[in-house]
């Protein structure tokens, strides 16, 4: 099929996909489409390389960033402050139910104090802010579960379909090739095969919980079109996932489907303790099997030397090099300067992260930061199995979204990580929402096409406005 015949055909699927998964009652603000441009941008690549602007080559340009991006990514978190200004009451809700979020991300802008790199560092935080900012328009949003699920339809119906697309008729955009064997490495709308992994993780279990979600419930409107394009997301992502080669991505999806089909059909696992011991189960397997140095088999079925990748001795190295052990090196700047040279004229892959969340946390804010991580593990976890125990809606996907955020952190580095597409997905997870009240509603005014719901002219004022933002 010539390029631009497959160019076409793709359009016309992104446009069946949306038309499959429309839905007429849902309501939310415009707003929405904040974090559909910054979850799309995280979950692919920067606007400079969809541009062919630049490309951070040295260590020197990854401390400088790129203009563009920078701008762009500025614009956005600066418009989506103004609507949380407009949605400021229900804002304060959340963050007031979310304490140890909020205290993880002002001890990193505290680290700023004591980093070698100040400016690079607060650049970095702000992006991280960021993404806790769209987070919360998705969840102040009139009805939260209908903007998450509209948020995931406006990337995953598009992100996933063009990775197919520029891998198999634009390989000079959807692949790259080892600089030393000269093996393909499939990498979509990405710029790593890891990264492409990710989001077929992160946009799979959700078109997982999408699908089992229409299974169950034989009087969905729209119920068959609901289980085609999440079937059809479904069996993209599967086919991502067979030229990925991300293993963790794929072992962690497992594990999703573990919770998520246990949780809809089998009876014992809906059970809140018997899940609890069914996770338990799948962390002590994952921690035996990549620190304990028990079932190097399935390692090598894995295609996994002991080594997991080279990533044990960068694990070595890195915790050779000087910083402070109780509270780092400041906020995302243990990869700077000196040290990242370092790494780099040892690895020709030049490292950039730790490959585990856990020691990248240490590295970068020391033991207190690991503390303070914990403590925002601990109470996420609380949270979503209270929300399992009292069938919530979206709770087992929740449950599902945390244990992947756990686990992937094993041999990748997400946790507070700008732009990190399981980051992002982690805290749709641990974030609680708290019940909305009559006083915090700002609904979003219906279209002025249909007159057959009426408004409440007291609201519509502030509903406009923030459809304006």
């Not at 963050?95 to 990193?108: E, G, H, I, S």
């Not at 303790?273 to 088999?297: C, N, R, T």
Request: hydrophobic share 55%; proline share 5%.
């Amino acid at each position: 099929m010539p390029p631009p015949v497959a160019s076409l055909f793709c359009a016309v699927l992104i446009a069946g996909l949306f038309w499959l998964d429309r839905d007429r009652k849902a309501r939310t603000s415009i707003a929405l489409w904040l974090p559909a441009i910054w979850v799309g941008l995280a979950c692919s690549r920067g606007l400079s390389l969809w541009l062919q602007i630049d490309s951070a080559e040295s260590a020197e340009q990854i401390m400088e960033g790129n203009p563009v991006d920078r701008l762009v990514f500025t614009g956005l978190l600066a418009v989506a402050l103004i609507v949380l200004a407009s949605r400021r009451q229900r804002v304060v809700a959340i963050l007031r139910v979310n304490a140890p979020v909020l205290l993880f991300f002002a001890y990193c802008v505290i680290s700023l104090l004591w980093s070698d790199y100040p400016e690079v560092a607060f650049k970095r935080w702000i992006k991280a802010l960021g993404d806790l900012a769209m987070v919360l328009i998705v969840l102040t949003d009139y009805d939260p579960s209908a903007a998450f699920k509209r948020l995931l339809a406006r990337t995953s119906y598009i992100l996933i379909p063009v990775s197919i697309l520029l891998i198999k008729y634009y390989p000079e955009l959807g692949m790259l090739y080892d600089p030393w064997t000269g093996k393909a490495q499939y990498v979509g709308v990405t710029t790593h095969k890891t990264n492409l992994g990710e989001i077929c993780l992160c946009f799979g279990v959700v078109a997982l919980w999408r699908f089992l979600t229409a299974w169950k419930d034989h009087e969905l409107s729209g119920r068959t079109r609901q289980l085609v394009a999440q079937g059809a997301i479904l069996a993209m992502a599967a086919w991502l996932f067979s030229h990925a080669n991300s293993m963790t991505s794929l072992n962690c999806f497992l594990m999703a489907v573990i919770v998520l089909v246990g949780s809809s059909f089998w009876k014992a696992i809906r059970r809140p303790a018997v899940l609890q011991l069914v996770i338990a189960a799948m962390l002590a397997v994952s921690i035996s099997v990549l620190f304990l140095g028990i079932g190097e088999a399935a390692l090598a079925m894995m295609g996994k030397d002991p080594t997991l990748t080279d990533r044990t001795q960068v694990w070595g190295i890195v915790r050779s090099l000087d910083h402070n052990p109780l509270v780092g090196t400041g906020f995302e700047s243990f990869w700077l300067g000196p040290r990242l040279e370092k790494l780099w004229s040892v690895y020709w892959w030049h490292p950039n992260q730790a490959h585990n969340g856990y020691l990248e946390i240490f590295l970068n804010l020391g033991w207190v930061g690991v503390a303070l991580l914990g403590f925002v593990l601990v109470r996420g976890y609380q949270a979503v199995i209270a929300a399992y125990r009292r069938n919530l809606p979206m709770a087992n996907l929740r449950v599902a979204l945390f244990v992947v955020g756990i686990v992937y952190n094993f041999t990748e580095a997400a946790f507070f990580r700008m732009l990190s597409p399981a980051w992002i997905f982690f805290l749709f997870a641990i974030v609680t929402c708290p019940a909305l009240t009559r006083t915090e509603v700002v609904p979003i005014a219906p279209s002025l096409s249909d007159r057959s719901q009426p408004l409440d002219h007291e609201l519509v004022a502030s509903t406009w406005t923030e459809e304006l933002v």
